[in-house]
Structures are given as structure tokens and as C-alpha cells.
């Protein structure tokens, strides 16, 4: 039986960690879309190509080929897993992600995999756009300071300088731009399950959605 699910959430807030775990109990593939507008905006930088420049972004889009290895990122030949988390890249994709024509390559795309595979599946417009009849939805949120300290821990376990208040500020304004951009902003689909982590540990967080999942 095909299964979907979808986790919804600001920056931070542990969507990735949470949704590779689901994924790992309910034997589905975990697609990172944030890691797809990532990736993207990687490429369009290596090529000169600005958020403003449709064209050459729409072209440089169309003959990208992107795919998941286990939980990695792979353009075009190229594992992209370390460099989609870097400082310069987060605080750069927001403007590429609030691109339409971006936004709906990538959304396609994201839908075409989900025809095909029981996923999970984590972004910003999960529930509401790209798997609105998803099995489940859930809204992950957490406290912005409790996110940036999350964001800085991988960050300096991953071996990659950092600064705690950079990444604050950078998720604060990331969180401004996701949820009043103008295409598919960050919102909270109306059936979907809000789950506040502020004061929960991955485990917790795992368990309760596997109650969820198990319950029905
Ligand atoms: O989840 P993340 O921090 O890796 O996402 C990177 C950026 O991509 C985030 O600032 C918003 C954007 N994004 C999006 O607009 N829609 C998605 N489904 C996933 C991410």
C-alpha cells in the first residue's frame, strides 16, 4: 500500500532529521526539497545566473538532472550534499525558492517522484501545494532561537565555521521571506498536525508521528 507524507515547517525547525527517521520506520523515501532549491541556487551561482535572470534559470533548470542517493543530493553527476548546507548558500536560496517558474519545475518534479514511490517528503509547500492529499500532514515548528542553536550544532559537527548569531538572524529572515512570498508561501495546511519541538528531543518527535501514523 502506498503511503505519503508530508512535514511542513520554518527553517530549522528538524524537518529533515524527523522526516529521514519516519522514512527509516515506515520504509519510505525521504525526498528533502530543500535540498532541491538548494541545489539550484548552487548551480545558478557557479554560472553567474540571478534570481531575476528567468531565462537563463529556467534553461540552466531544464538540463539539470537531479536525483537522491540514500539521503544525498546528485546534479548532474555531482554529490552536492555538503555544499547545499553552507552559510553563503542559506542565505541565498530564499530569493531563487520565491522564483514561480523555479518553483514550479521543482514542484513537478517533486510530484512525479511521489507518483511513483511511498514517500516522505519535507519543505514549505508540502501539504499545501505539492501533496495536498498526502496520507498525513504535519507542521513542524519550533522556537527561531532553538532552531538557529540546532542549525549551529550541525553546522560545527559537520566541521563548517559558523556563528551562532549569524544564524539566527539568517533564520529570522529566512522565516520572513518564506511565509510572505508572494508563490506558495509557508503555511500551515488546515489538516495538518502541529507539532511544537522547542521542548522535545528527535526521539519524541519521531514517536508522536509514528502514533499518529500507527493510529489510523
Ligand atoms: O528546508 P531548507 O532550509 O533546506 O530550505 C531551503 C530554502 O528553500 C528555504 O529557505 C525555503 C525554500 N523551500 C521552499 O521554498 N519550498 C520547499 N518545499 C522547500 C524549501
Known sequence: MKLTVAI????????????????????????????????????ALRNGITAENISKLCNMIDNLEMHFEDDN???????LSNEIITPEISGKVS??????EVRERLVNLQKKIAENYSVVMDGRDIGT????????KFYLTALPEKRAERRYKELIDKGINAEYKNILS??????????HREIDPLTKAVDAIEIDSSTMNIKEVVDLMAEYIYRR
Open 170 to 179: 539568517d533564520i529570522i529572515k529566512r522565516d520572513y521571506a518564506d511565509s
Open 129 to 136: 501545494v505539492v501533496l495536498k492529499n498526502a496520507d498525513f
Open 8 to 43: 511542513d515547517g520554518p527553517a530549522g525547525a528538524g524537518k529533515s532529521t524527523i522526516a529521514k527517521l519516519v522514512g527509516k520506520k515506515f520504509n519510505l523515501v525521504y525526498i528533502n526539497t530543500g535540498a532541491m532549491y538548494r541545489a539550484v541556487t548552487i548551480i
Open 73 to 79: 543530493i546528485i546534479v548532474n553527476g555531482e554529490d
Open 95 to 100: 530569493s531563487y525558492a520565491a522564483v514561480l
